[in-house]
Antibody, heavy 118, light 110 residues
Framework: QVQLVQSGAEVKKPGASVKVSCKAS????????ISWVRQAPGQGLEWMGW????????NYAQKLQGRVTMTTDTSTSTAYMELRSLRSDDTAVYYC???????????WGQGTLVTVSS | QSVLTQPPSVSGAPGQRVTISCTGS?????????VHWYQQLPGTAPKLLIY???NRPSGVPDRFSGSKSGTSASLAITGLQAEDEADYYC??????????FGGGTKLTVL
């Protein structure tokens, strides 16, 4: 069965960087993309970007351009999302999701809480 | 302010039917892009509920149905059950913003 297992919770200071991993199993990793979606406490879902696991092409949300980098390691079927220059409003649960035809998230990871606090 | 507009909350008694609307614009839903719906139970990750406007993944009860018309889409839930109490999000593609989500709708089963 398809599984996406994310790395554990992180606590970071403002200005630092965080890198969240998402290990996929149960399907051919390079046949699908991965989107990253975050959810601030008590808020809705915010799309951060997408990466093709086939060729590494990326699309990032405009508001995060320059601060976010998404990568994949096909040898370990793992996707990564790095967010730099962290601010307090980056505090959120970060989800990875397997994406079908660049359009829809068919399976989601369990989420990773990133807390930014001085 | 979300690009797709959903009502913040809806409610219904067990057994009733409720609908959740999702209103977009000519750059997303109205441009012909598909709408997808996710269910997020309290404290859990979202789960795909409806894809491609009206298709249910295997395992999703047929009490859940989706439709799309013009610049809007709707999720309908019939035979409401206590376990349906959750947040529901619509999602589509936008020609300039890529993925867009609705703000979410909290369903309360009375």
């Amino acid at each position: 069965q398809v599984q996406l297992v994310q790395s554990g919770a992180e606590v970071k200071k403002p200005g630092a960087s965080v890198k969240v991993s998402c290990k996929a199993s149960g399907y051919t990793f390079t046949s699908y993309g991965i989107s990253w979606v975050r959810q601030a406490p008590g808020q809705g879902l915010e799309w951060m970007g997408w990466i093709s696991a086939y060729n590494g092409n990326t699309n990032y949300a405009q508001k995060l351009q320059g601060r976010v980098t998404m990568t994949t390691d096909t040898s370990t079927s793992t996707a990564y999302m790095e967010l730099r220059s962290l601010r307090s409003d980056d505090t959120a649960v970060y989800y990875c999701a397997r994406v079908y035809q660049s359009a829809v998230a068919t399976h989601w990871g369990q989420g990773t809480l990133v807390t930014v606090s001085s | 302010q979300s690009v797709l507009t959903q009502p913040p909350s809806v409610s219904g008694a067990p057994g009733q039917r409720v609908t959740i609307s999702c209103t977009g614009s000519s750059s997303n839903i109205g441009a012909g892009y598909d709408v997808h719906w996710y269910q997020q139970l309290p404290g859990t990750a979202p789960k795909l509920l409806i894809y491609g406007n009206s298709n249910r993944p295997s395992g999703v009860p047929d009490r859940f149905s989706g439709s799309k018309s013009g610049t809007s889409a709707s999720l309908a839930i019939t035979g409401l059950q206590a376990e349906d109490e959750a947040d529901y999000y619509c999602q589509s593609y936008d020609s300039s913003l890529f993925w867009v989500f609705g703000g979410g709708t909290k369903l309360t089963v009375l």
